[in-house]
């Protein structure tokens, strides 16, 4: 007789791993919740290397928020390091805060030209403003049309190009509109209440969020490898959806990137946690990890980031790629799931084929069990 469950996980990231706890935890529901990975946490794994330096294997993750509702779960599971992430880019040899603000322009321009743009910026949008580069090129002034212009060209259009092979206008706005730009000067690379990282890493947060009785735990196990073998009730795919059918409608496109880590043998190699790459390189950005554990030694990692297309099969589907026809696409693979697998639900950042930040996922594996369960608080 095959092994039930009440249901079936498929994923253990944010999404997959909230969700089985909640369900676990206070609804009393026999779980399985498997990974294909050899670890939780799905891309916010984070792990020592041989230097002893806690490291994020898929890239930087730094934890933001602006929810009330988040930062109660995980604080269950986790204590905090306070960490406010800075970037800098590398603008005509200097180093420009990012998101660009008024300090920018005023290290980039003359004092006479930074007095007068800032004038113009903050008369037409406001101190404190956040406004996206792609509606500062749109302006009705030629003055702030030309700085955006300025600001497109050495800020926006190499990194985007680099990072998703399309030019910003070519992605929905929201995507470029992550990074407005600041009318003030907030060098804070996020602007929300809550900036904080999991003092003991994310792997740790992981751990206690699936350690309930309830909850079987298998890594190293597709969902091929289970589909027959057990029951479930439920099940949240937290996949790929074009994936699961294999390609059936065509294929939903993807970004991935290439991971280069290396340990220095210097105490701290830049001055802020991220320095970006806009107009040279092949790679887009460097992050230091020390700035965001803490963890300053004699020897210290950082982490290169190569974005590169994504083969299935061969490269990680990191990013979905914001463009309407491809939110189409989705949406037909979930009219085709809805009749073909109707007792299996798409989550997540790559279920759901959203650009999801971590605290959207878990607010959305929360949301999942409200409305599957009741309140998930
Ligand atoms: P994932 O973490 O992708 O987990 C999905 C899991 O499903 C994976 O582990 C995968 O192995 C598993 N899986 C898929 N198919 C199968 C299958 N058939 N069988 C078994 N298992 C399967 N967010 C932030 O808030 N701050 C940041 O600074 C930040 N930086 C990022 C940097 C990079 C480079 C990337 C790629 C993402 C970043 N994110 C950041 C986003 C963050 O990674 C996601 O929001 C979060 O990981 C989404 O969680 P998830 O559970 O939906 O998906
Ligand atoms: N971006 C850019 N230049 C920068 C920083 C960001 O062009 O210096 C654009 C780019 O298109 C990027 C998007 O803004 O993909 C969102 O940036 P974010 O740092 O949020 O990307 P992520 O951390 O998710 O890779």
């Given at each position: 007789?095959?092994?039930?469950?009440?249901?079936?996980?498929?994923?253990?990231?944010?999404?997959?791993?909230?969700?089985?706890?909640?369900?676990?935890?206070?609804?009393?529901?026999?779980?399985?919740?498997?990974?294909?990975r050899?670890h939780?946490?799905?891309?916010?794994?984070d792990?020592?290397?041989?230097?002893?330096?806690?490291?994020?294997?898929?890239?930087?993750?730094?934890?933001?928020?602006?929810?009330?509702?988040?930062?109660d779960?995980?604080?269950?599971?986790?204590?905090?390091?306070p960490?406010?992430?800075?970037?800098?880019?590398?603008?005509?040899?200097?180093?420009?805060?990012?998101?660009?603000?008024?300090?920018?322009?005023?290290?980039?321009?003359?004092?006479?030209?930074?007095?007068?743009?800032?004038?113009?910026?903050?008369?037409?949008?406001?101190?404190?403003?956040?406004?996206p580069?792609?509606?500062?090129?749109?302006?009705?002034?030629?003055?702030?049309?030309?700085?955006a212009?300025?600001?497109?060209?050495?800020?926006?259009?190499?990194?985007?190009?680099?990072?998703?092979?399309?030019?910003?206008?070519?992605?929905?706005?929201?995507?470029?509109?992550?990074v407005?730009?600041?009318?003030?000067?907030?060098?804070?690379?996020?602007?929300?209440?809550?900036?904080?990282?999991?003092?003991?890493?994310?792997?740790?947060?992981?751990?206690?969020?699936?350690?309930?009785?309830?909850?079987?735990?298998?890594?190293?196990?597709d969902?091929?490898?289970?589909?027959?073998?057990?029951?479930?009730?439920?099940?949240?795919?937290?996949?790929?959806?074009?994936?699961?059918?294999?390609?059936?409608?065509?294929?939903?496109?993807?970004?991935s990137?290439?991971?280069?880590?290396?340990?220095?043998?210097?105490?701290?190699?830049?001055?802020v946690?991220t320095?970006?790459?806009?107009?040279?390189?092949?790679?887009?950005?460097?992050?230091?990890?020390?700035?965001?554990?803490?963890?300053?030694?004699?020897a210290?990692?950082?982490?290169?980031?190569?974005?590169?297309?994504?083969?299935p099969?061969?490269?990680?589907?990191?990013y979905?790629?914001?463009?309407?026809?491809?939110?189409?696409?989705?949406?037909?693979?979930?009219?085709?799931a809805?009749?073909?697998?109707?007792?299996?639900?798409?989550?997540?950042?790559?279920?759901?084929?959203?650009?999801?930040?971590?605290?959207?996922?878990?607010?959305?594996?929360?949301?999942?069990?409200?409305?599957?369960?009741?309140?998930?608080?």
């Open positions: 007789m095959k092994k039930h469950y009440d249901w079936l996980i498929v994923g253990a990231g944010f999404t997959g791993a909230v969700l089985a706890e909640r369900l676990a935890s206070r609804a009393d529901k026999r779980v399985l919740l498997i990974d294909r050899k939780l946490g799905g891309n916010a794994y792990c020592l290397n041989e230097h002893g330096h806690l490291f994020h294997q898929y890239g930087p993750h730094i934890f933001h928020t602006n929810s009330q509702q988040v930062v779960y995980l604080s269950l599971f986790t204590n905090w390091r960490y406010e992430h800075r970037v800098v880019a590398i603008i005509e040899d200097r180093l420009i805060p990012i998101p660009f603000n008024l300090t920018g322009i005023e290290i980039l321009f003359s004092s006479a030209e930074a007095e007068k743009l800032r004038d113009l910026l903050v008369n037409s949008y406001g101190f404190g403003q956040k406004v580069i792609l509606r500062m090129r749109d302006s009705e002034h030629a003055g702030i049309r030309d700085l212009d300025f600001i497109y060209q050495n800020v926006f259009h190499g990194y985007t190009t680099k990072q998703w092979g399309l030019a910003p206008e070519q992605l929905s706005p929201s995507v470029t509109a992550r407005p730009v600041n009318i003030s000067y907030d060098d804070r690379y996020f602007a929300d209440s809550f900036q904080k990282m999991p003092l003991e890493g994310y792997t740790r947060l992981f751990e206690r969020l699936t350690s309930h009785s309830n909850i079987t735990l298998a890594l190293d196990t969902y091929e490898q289970v589909a027959s073998q057990i029951s479930f009730g439920n099940a949240v795919h937290t996949g790929a959806v074009d994936e699961f059918f294999s390609y059936e409608l065509g294929h939903l496109p993807y970004r990137l290439r991971f280069d880590f290396a340990t220095l043998r210097q105490s701290c190699h830049q001055p946690g320095v970006n790459y806009p107009t040279s390189q092949a790679f887009t950005r460097i992050t230091e990890m020390a700035h965001l554990t803490g963890q300053w030694s004699e210290t990692t950082v982490v290169v980031e190569y974005p590169q297309a994504h083969q099969g061969l490269t990680t589907p990191y979905p790629i914001p463009q309407d026809d491809n939110q189409n696409l989705h949406r037909r693979y979930l009219q085709f809805a009749r073909e697998a109707p007792n299996i639900q798409f989550a997540g950042r790559l279920g759901d084929y959203r650009y999801y930040n971590m605290d959207q996922a878990v607010g959305h594996a929360l949301a999942i069990f409200t409305k599957s369960i009741g309140p998930s608080l």
